[in-house]
């Protein structure tokens, strides 16, 4: 366990849904991380979350929708997805944004 | 020129070998850097942090870093088919102001 929690580990859901991502840190850390894992492809970096702040918003398209309330929580929404955005999301925490950062389990999304 | 790059493998080596894994960067004033463990579908775990020229040492692993050739690496001693996974090099790059991964390397220890 590295102290970054994500909920659910696994979603299925159609391209008209809404739904969300969650993950939580008890690590005490002041930056929080949304990434993307496709297969066979490097960890692409969606949004960087700094103290609160969104610090990066690697041309994301805007049907993936941020929102960070407290240093301690973070989460994606998502809403009308295609089927290409079938992938690992992975959230990671870290200390300042040039640190150490620590993963989540993931969530395994799947696009009907 | 990739900001990361890593030989993506397969990388096979015989259990008790040492197994031996770069990564070359292209920002020169890079200052941070990381391996990454990652199964089969599981999370990134971190193994390693680097921030100085020079070997560091931990169990089994040890991390190289040369600064002025732009080069970090991975050694891993005694290799155990339980160290079969995909390495994944990370840099923080100062001018990004982020950490930006390479594509992995996927190892394989022999039995």
């Known amino acids: 366990e590295t102290g970054v929690t994500q909920t659910p580990r696994h979603l299925v859901m159609g391209m008209t849904n809404k739904k969300s991502l969650k993950c939580e840190q008890h690590?005490?850390?002041?930056?929080m991380y949304w990434y993307k894992q496709s297969a066979k492809k490097p960890l692409e970096l969606m949004f960087v979350y700094n103290f609160k702040e969104q610090t990066e918003n690697n041309s994301v398209p805007s049907r993936f929708s941020p929102e960070c309330p407290n240093s301690s929580h973070l989460f994606l929404h998502l809403h009308t997805l295609q089927p290409e955005d079938s992938a690992l999301y992975l959230c990671?925490?870290?200390?300042?944004?040039?640190?150490?950062?620590?993963f989540g389990p993931g969530t395994r999304l799947t696009v009907l | 020129q990739k900001e990361v790059e890593q030989n993506s493998g397969p990388l096979s080596v015989p259990e008790g070998a040492i197994a031996s894994l770069n990564c070359t960067y292209s920002d020169r004033v890079s200052q941070s850097f990381f391996w990454y463990r990652q199964y089969s579908g599981k999370s990134p775990e971190l193994i390693m942090s680097?921030?100085?020229?020079g070997d560091k040492e931990d169990g089994r692993f040890t991390a190289q870093l040369n600064k002025a050739s732009q080069y970090v690496s991975l050694l891993i001693r005694d290799s155990q088919p339980s160290d079969s996974a995909t390495y994944l090099c990370a840099v923080y790059i100062q001018g990004a102001q982020k950490l930006v991964f390479g594509q992995g390397t996927r190892l394989t220890i022999n039995p």
């Open positions: 690590l005490g850390h002041n930056a």
């Open positions: 680097i921030y100085s020229n």
């Open positions: 990671a925490s870290s200390q300042d944004i040039a640190g150490e950062q620590f």
